[in-house]
């Protein structure tokens, strides 16, 4: 197979270039480089028209020895071909070059074949070939051919154009009217190949059974192979493994094909394969049981050895891993043994080693269970061994056996007993044992069930359980049977009236029968109370009854036993809010804490007194100003018999009024009215509330300088009248501004009057004391005393009264109204006033009174 590189022959015809004048007598060919190849000119250079507009055909063609050809071969010769045609034409001319595609430089060299028809002219390194004075003429009607050889250039050169131009003249003379043509051709380089060489090389020549061999390919030029493994099997891989399946000598042979070729390789003999492992157990054998035997295998083939040996079941065998084992079942076994030389396919065979069976004893008794005092029979069976006469021998975990030595033998025990039979056959077969148990029945245990409590004509189920015995069926028998459904079943019903104490006895045929005893108790509901009415009015009704035997309580209902309400353990209840004459049915039941509970309910019907009603109209709710008077009294009564009764509170009177009272604080009057012809139905309460306007006169001051600024605390006052407690007075609706002459306590009034006309007046009184003065004053009923005052830095308050008073916090305040400092007193009231400027300043006080919070003002002097 070849490899091709693509050789670019690029033809350019050019139909004008080739002559500077083409004419009978001046047709020698054109100058160099018109061929229309990349970096020359074009016959229309010099003729007139546009190339490949004409109506001619011009073809290039490449043969190797009469064979056109698209590629070439590097140093080979080849003939080129250049045709034009085109009709009414008879003189033409053309010119071409080869060119290298990669880079348009000239490619191989040109032989000349026809020395009269064609030349070459040379461009720098560029030859072309071109037709002479006498090609021009026509090889045939309106055709001319031209043919040069050429040698192609050396390898690796790569694609070649050839580019050629023609002329097809009007043979005019003259440079226009004629036809230019331009062509090319593309030959590719054409690469030698190299056949391939066939070769490989394995692994290894002498394997087991299924061993496997890698092949390595070693060969050359090759792009496919085949493989012949010379047992029937082949591959395509190239370098594969192989497992070879049966024994012997195999042939392997490599067939590689590539572009140059097909190639083989064969190794006569190659493989050897070893033959598979026989491996032979042993003829099978008899032994006694506990008896052992040698177990021999035999072993040939493979690779000869050391062979590897596994015996399975490992049971009974002294090595599993050996040829030669010591085999000592217990019972029959066939054993396999699996030989393997690490090579070759394991392989395995199989000795069956027979055991003489061993004596199998079993024993039963009849019966099994039996109550304290009976018998059981017990019996012994054996198979197996070596077949000669069997011997028993019974042993007893506890008490005894008759008849120790034969097969059939009883036994009476007291309680649960196993029993052990030997037997033997006086072979080589072991002594053989058997078990049987003999089960004697426990004593009847008889529990008759917890006591239980009921109330009166309740019922309840006698829950009894019985173990023990023979497990049933079990008799019953309970005493005595008042009260129950049935006494002799397991668990009746019983609804005794009374307390009983009930005796349960059980037996089961066999065993010494079993008794319990329960107690039911019966306990009563609490009894029926006797209800009657009693005292009543037009608006209630009061019932009362007996104690009820048993009760801890009561409840009553009002709709027939629907809704019940406790009210504890009373014996009255009252109904109020009834219209006169009403009837109402009231049913009452004692309740008890323990489990009979309610008891029978009893019925009782009252009626409320039917009386005609009062209709009373006393004074209205008022409120006046403190320290006045106000007029009350009932102002009509109507209804009843006309003779009424007035009672007052506060034995204020027993007449209809009015009464003229003074009232100093807020007031409640109560009048009761009667009828003394009805005097049983009761009589009305009615009540008038007295309110007492609050006192809001009151005022607040403060000092600033000399002045006492005074606040009222009535601001609804209508009017205000001051007496500052110097002699001056003063009326204004606003802050009262006060000076004071001399240093004192003074008792200044206010008198104000309120929207309701009420005058109010308070008192207080208010210390002036001016700069460098230290005072002491009372307000709130607390005295103040400063020491000292004036003073520098340290300072006590006193603070006394009819009380405990307790300074809390200082407020400091300069003349101007601003707080300078904030301080907490101690507990005796000493405090520092810190690095306050000389002058006058107020203390604002706060202090508990009687756990009370107040606040009063105070003057104090700093000097330095």
């Given at each position: 197979m070849k490899h091709k590189f693509t050789l670019l022959l690029v033809t350019t015809l050019c139909l004008s270039t080739f002559f500077y004048s083409i004419s009978f007598t001046n047709s020698g060919g054109p100058a160099a480089g018109k061929t229309g190849a990349p970096g020359d000119g074009l016959c229309t250079d010099c003729h007139s028209g546009t190339a490949n507009t004409g109506l001619g055909i011009v073809s290039l063609s490449v043969k190797d020895a009469g064979n056109p050809v698209t590629e070439y071969t590097p140093g080979k010769q080849y003939t080129v071909t250049a045709t034009v045609t085109e009709s009414g034409r008879s003189k033409f001319g053309f010119q071409m070059v080869t060119f290298l595609n990669s880079n348009n430089t000239m490619a191989g060299s040109w032989t000349l074949t026809e020395l009269t028809r064609t030349q070459t002219k040379t461009s720098g390194s560029k030859i072309y070939v071109e037709h002479t004075s006498t090609g021009n003429a026509q090889t045939s009607a309106g055709t001319n051919t031209w043919s040069a050889d050429w040698t192609a250039p050396v390898s690796?050169?790569?694609?070649?154009?050839?580019?050629?131009?023609?002329?097809?003249?009007?043979?005019?003379?003259?440079?226009?009217?004629?036809?230019?043509?331009?062509?090319?051709?593309?030959?590719?380089?054409?690469?030698?190949?190299?056949?391939?060489?066939?070769?490989?090389?394995?692994?290894?020549?002498?394997?087991?059974?299924?061993?496997?061999?890698?092949?390595?390919?070693?060969?050359?030029?090759?792009?496919?192979?085949?493989?012949?493994?010379?047992?029937?099997?082949?591959?395509?891989?190239?370098?594969?493994?192989?497992?070879?399946?049966?024994?012997?000598?195999?042939?392997?042979?490599?067939?590689?094909?590539?572009?140059?070729?097909?190639?083989?390789?064969?190794?006569?003999?190659?493989?050897?394969?070893?033959?598979?492992?026989?491996?032979?157990?042993?003829?099978?054998?008899?032994?006694?049981?506990?008896?052992?035997?040698?177990?021999?295998?035999?072993?040939?083939?493979?690779?000869?050895?050391?062979?590897?040996?596994?015996?399975?079941?490992?049971?009974?065998?002294?090595?599993?891993?050996?040829?030669?084992?010591?085999?000592?079942?217990?019972?029959?076994?066939?054993?396999?043994?699996?030989?393997?030389?690490?090579c070759s396919p394991m392989v395995s065979d199989d000795v069956t080693v027979t055991v003489t069976p061993p004596i199998t004893a079993s024993a039963t008794a009849n019966p099994t269970i039996i109550c304290q005092g009976m018998s059981a029979s017990l019996s012994a069976n054996a198979t197996g061994g070596s077949g000669g006469a069997f011997t028993y021998s019974w042993v007893a975990s506890s008490g005894s056996v008759d008849n120790p030595l034969l097969p059939l033998t009883s036994t009476s025990p007291l309680f649960t007993t196993t029993y052990i039979v030997y037997v033997s056959d006086g072979g080589c077969s072991p002594t053989a044992t058997a078990n049987v148990v003999v089960s004697v029945n426990p004593p009847l245990t008889v529990i008759a069930g917890t006591n239980v409590s009921l109330c009166e004509g309740e019922i309840t189920n006698l829950s009894a359980s019985v173990t023990g015995g023979n497990g049933g069926p079990y008799s019953y028998s309970w005493v005595p049977s008042v009260g129950l459904n049935s006494n002799t079943i397991q668990n009746p019903i019983a609804a005794p009236s009374v307390t009983t104490n009930y005796s349960l006895f059980v037996s089961d045929g066999c065993s010494q029968p079993g008794s319990d005893d329960v107690t039911v108790t019966v306990n009563n509901f609490p009894t029926a109370p006797l209800v009657n009415c009693g005292a009543t009015t037009l608006s209630s009704i009061e019932y009362v009854w007996n104690p009820s035997i048993g009760a801890d309580g009561y409840e009553i209902s009002f709709d027939g036993g629907t809704v019940w309400k406790n009210v504890g353990n009373t014996f009255v209840y009252d109904t109020t809010g009834l219209s006169p004459g009403e009837t109402l049915s009231l049913m009452v039941r004692g309740i008890s804490f323990g489990l009979c509970s309610p008891g029978i309910a009893s019925t009782k019907t009252c009626s409320a007194i039917n009386c005609a009603p009062l209709s009373v109209i006393v004074s209205s709710d008022t409120t006046v100003c403190k320290n006045s008077t106000v007029e009350i009294g009932v102002l009509s009564v109507t209804g009843g018999t006309g003779n009424y009764f007035f009672n007052w509170s506060d034995s204020l009177g027993t007449t209809q009024g009015p009464y003229t009272i003074n009232i100093f604080q807020p007031t409640a009057f109560t009048v009761s009215v009667g009828d003394s012809g009805a005097i049983t139905c009761g009589t009305l309460e009615n009540k008038i509330s007295i309110g007492v306007y609050p006192n809001q006169a009151g005022f607040t001051y403060s000092m600033t300088g000399d002045t006492i600024l005074f606040n009222p605390d009535n601001t609804f006052g209508s009017s205000f009248v001051w007496n500052f407690g110097d002699g001056n007075v003063d009326s204004s609706l606003s802050t009262i501004a006060h000076v004071y002459d001399t240093n004192g306590v003074y008792n200044v009034c206010v008198q104000s009057v309120t929207p309701a006309g009420c005058v109010e007046e308070f008192c207080d009184s208010v210390e002036f004391v001016k700069v460098g003065i230290a005072k002491s004053y009372t307000n709130n009923d607390v005295h103040f005393k400063l020491i000292p005052n004036p003073g520098k830095e340290q300072f006590q308050l006193q603070l006394s009264c009819c009380g405990n008073v307790t300074p809390n916090e200082i407020q400091v305040f300069n003349l101007q109204g601003q707080e300078v400092l904030h301080i907490k007193p101690q507990r005796d009231g000493k405090f520092t006033l810190g690095n306050l400027m000389q002058g006058l300043y107020f203390l604002k006080i706060k202090y508990d009174h009687n756990n009370v919070n107040l606040e009063d003002w105070m003057p104090v002097m700093v000097q330095e």
């Open positions: 690796g050169s790569g694609t070649v154009k050839i580019y050629a131009a023609f002329n097809a003249t009007n043979s005019s003379g003259s440079t226009s009217g004629d036809n230019i043509y331009t062509t090319n051709f593309t030959l590719t380089e054409e690469i030698p190949v190299t056949p391939p060489v066939a070769a490989f090389s394995v692994s290894g020549t002498d394997i087991c059974l299924n061993g496997s061999i890698s092949f390595t390919n070693l060969s050359t030029d090759a792009t496919s192979y085949l493989w012949d493994f010379g047992d029937g099997t082949t591959s395509t891989e190239v370098s594969p493994s192989h497992t070879y399946s049966t024994s012997g000598l195999f042939t392997v042979t490599l067939t590689a094909t590539g572009d140059g070729g097909t190639d083989s390789e064969t190794k006569n003999n190659l493989i050897t394969v070893q033959p598979a492992i026989s491996a032979t157990a042993g003829s099978n054998t008899s032994i006694c049981t506990g008896s052992s035997v040698t177990l021999n295998v035999s072993v040939s083939g493979g690779n000869g050895g050391p062979y590897t040996y596994s015996w399975t079941p490992s049971t009974g065998l002294s090595a599993t891993n050996t040829a030669n084992p010591n085999a000592s079942p217990s019972a029959t076994t066939t054993y396999m043994v699996y030989v393997s030389d690490g």
